[in-house]
């Protein structure tokens, strides 16, 4: 079993489905223009829970946000320690899951491939895949997405802020 791979608009033009999904997206899409917009430009991320779920028919009620980790490498300026740990203190909305979920509706971690140690990143790797591979309720195996950290200006003006663009139901 392995992340499914998609690109950003296979996932949006996928969950669009209702307002509530669309307003999901629209913060994950503004999370990740602000990831870009400071710096992190490789890696991808894991999108997994209840969002690529069908908790509409199962749970009778929509996702309440989108679990992401975004795996990637320190922008140049960060690369010191000291310099990161300022960074990441100054940037609660990108690296505190409870700061992102309110501005983002992204329950989103962060797995820093610049430290080089593949111990940790097999730790991380297994850990996170743990996690997102189960359903919490029921330990069934499910799936999960990966999608690449790239551009994603073009899928941003097609959605629209707040989804506006995205097929209304």
């Known amino acids: 079993m392995a992340p499914y791979r998609v690109a950003l ?18 913060g994950f899409i503004g999370y990740r223009a602000e990831l870009q917009k400071v710096g992190f430009l490789t890696g991808f991320q894991w999108v997994g829970g209840s969002f ?31 310099n990161w740990e300022g960074f990441v203190l100054s940037r609660p909305d990108l690296f505190d899951p409870q700061e992102s979920k309110k501005k983002y509706s992204c329950d989103a971690y962060f797995v820093d491939l610049s430290l080089g140690s593949p111990t940790y990143l097999i730790d991380q790797t297994k850990y996170w895949f743990g996690l997102f591979s189960h359903q919490r309720d ?24 707040g989804g506006t663009n995205v097929a209304q139901d």
């Open 52 to 82: 690529v779920e069908n908790v509409e028919t199962t749970l009778h009620r929509p996702p309440r946000d989108i679990d992401i980790i975004t795996f990637s490498y320190r922008p140049d300026s960060y690369r010191d320690e000291t």
């Open 9 to 26: 608009l296979d996932l949006v033009k996928k969950f669009a489905s209702n307002q509530e999904r669309r307003n999901i997206l629209a």
């Open 138 to 161: 029921t330990s069934l195996w499910k799936g999960m997405l990966e999608i690449p950290l790239t551009d994603d200006t073009e899928v941003a003006a097609l959605f629209g802020a």
